[in-house]
């Protein structure tokens, strides 16, 4: 297994501390106004719409990343 | 904080020992109602009983009930019903194989007590930047976080003790990480998971004498996504879970669809001539067989090492939450 899947986790962990980072700097005062009762609905959803499309993203990163190590470890 | 000690150390005792004493009298019950499984990476014809849920519900109940007499605050109540509800979400599965998505939707009964009793804060918080407000999006975290936990820990349980050995390791990463950010109620109701884990592994490390099944993984990884939430350790918890979570991930975008394993068509696992692990569909397994082929034995202690790799990852990141940039 060599450290490929130490590395793994590792660059995992990095990926989360950086979505957290963004979410806590953009998401989190993100709001939008101008629609009344139905503010915090859209706001929430906006935000629910922007945090699916980073796990997504985040899941590619490290699908790409995984493919990348263990053709790698094949390799050597 | 020393008022905290005593129902502790009661607490923890009886956690390990309601579930040391348990597993023996079970397995006996178990072997005479022919409740047995073929291990399936034995070279003999090796029957494995199962499900272990009930001791594992026994000790998780008898301990928290002792903490409850100790501090009636409602989060342990919650994590009693959403653990015991998932108990019996696993214990249906055990006995009738059910669809694949019978387990993550069912499970998302076990979070309504944490809901009902409302036991959480709808701020998540993340090292170094500090909190975000998501009240709306938080509720639907709560509904997600147990069937996900729940089903990680499940479909972590392929090898002898990795399950039992994996809860070990995450679930003090977590009381520990606890600890350090001064939750310490929720620490010390955090621990039974780890001794209850701790007194089954004797039972379940190889060679096996009784599989958790359905119920008692289930059970395992519902307690310790309660925990995440009201101890508000989310992150952390989701940390110290990264290579079962890898392993539902890769299990997951290999099926493409929500399958319930004992249903998946094929030989699971393919061996050599002596017996070492060659191919899985376990896609954890299958990537720390990339090297070559590995005993039983040698895959489940490669499955530990990195559930202790992320643990202290986790326990870095509890650190890294008492600093913000």
């Not at chain 2, 350790?233 to 975008?253: D, H, Q, R, Y």
């Amino acid at each position: 297994m060599k450290i490929g899947l130490f590395g793994f986790l590792f660059v995992m962990w990095i990926l989360i501390l950086a979505g957290g980072g963004i979410l806590v700097t953009i998401l989190g005062p993100f709001s939008i106004s101008g629609y009344g009762d139905f503010d915090l609905l859209l706001t929430s959803i906006l935000k629910a719409i922007i945090a699916i499309i980073l796990v997504i993203v985040w899941i590619l990163i490290l699908s790409k990343l995984k493919n990348w190590i263990f053709k790698k470890e094949i390799q050597s | 904080m020393a008022e905290l000690i005593i129902p502790a150390i009661v607490s923890c005792i009886v956690a390990f020992f309601t579930v040391y004493v348990a597993t023996p009298p079970l397995i006996k019950f178990l072997q005479k109602r022919n409740l047995a499984v073929k291990d399936m990476n034995k070279k003999d014809h090796v029957m494995v009983v199962r499900p272990g849920g009930p001791s594992i519900i026994a000790g998780i109940i008898t301990s928290e009930l002792v903490l409850y007499g100790f501090f009636q605050i409602n989060e342990i109540l919650a994590i009693i019903i959403t653990s015991f509800i998932a108990f019996v979400i696993g214990y249906v599965d055990d006995r009738k194989v059910m669809g694949g998505w019978f387990k993550p939707v069912a499970l998302v009964i076990a979070s309504t007590p944490i809901i009902f009793f409302g036991t959480y804060d709808s701020n998540l918080t993340f090292p170094l930047f500090g909190t975000v407000q998501i009240p709306a999006l938080y509720l639907g975290l709560i509904i997600f976080m147990i069937p996900i936990t729940g089903n990680t820990i499940n479909s972590i349980d392929v090898l002898n003790g990795v399950a039992s050995g994996f809860m070990i390791i995450a679930s003090f990463s977590l009381s520990i990480a606890l600890f350090i950010l001064q939750n310490y109620e929720i620490a010390i109701i955090s621990l039974p998971l780890g001794f209850v884990s701790l007194a089954f592994y004797k039972y379940h490390k190889i060679p096996s004498k009784i599989f958790p099944g359905d119920s008692g993984a289930l059970t395992l990884g519902a307690m310790y996504g309660a925990i995440a939430i009201v101890g508000h350790v989310e992150i952390i918890a989701a940390i110290a879970l990264l290579p079962a979570i890898i392993n539902s991930f890769l299990f997951l975008s290999s099926m493409k669809r929500i399958v319930e394993h004992r249903q998946i068509k094929g030989k699971p696992v393919e061996h050599t001539e002596d017996f070492k692990l060659k191919a899985t569909n376990n896609r954890l397994v299958r990537l720390i067989l990339t090297g070559g082929p590995l005993s039983e034995k040698q895959v489940g202690y490669e499955i530990l090492k990195l559930a202790i790799f992320s643990g202290t990852l986790a326990i870095i990141t509890a650190f890294m939450m008492r600093v913000l940039i």
